[in-house]
């Protein structure tokens, strides 16, 4: 199961947006995505709680040690079970890719 999850994360990473990009390329995923503020699972006011929820991720990586299946187990954990295994992922790839330092994923 948990390899499951790391060749899901694997999979997300490869298919998120390409190279460092920015708060819009992050905000644009997400929203093409359906998981952009009104969209769905997330419960978010703006666009501004979710770049501070994909740099948590990235916080949570960078600083805390976790690996991004954890990061992503995180956040379908403060979700309140609004968010599935696959949103969390793709959430998780989106941030890693727009906001995390290469060197520490």
Known sequence: MRLLAILGVLVA???APQAH???SDFI???YQ????CGQGA???????DLLTLGRSVCFDIDKNGQTPVQASDKLMEIGDGYLNKSQALALTAAAVVNFCPWDQV
């Open 13 to 15: 990473v490869a298919t």
């Open 21 to 23: 990009a920015d708060d």
């Open 28 to 30: 644009r995923y997400l």
């Open 33 to 36: 995505h359906d998981l952009g």
């Open 42 to 48: 997330l419960k978010c006011t703006n666009d501004s």
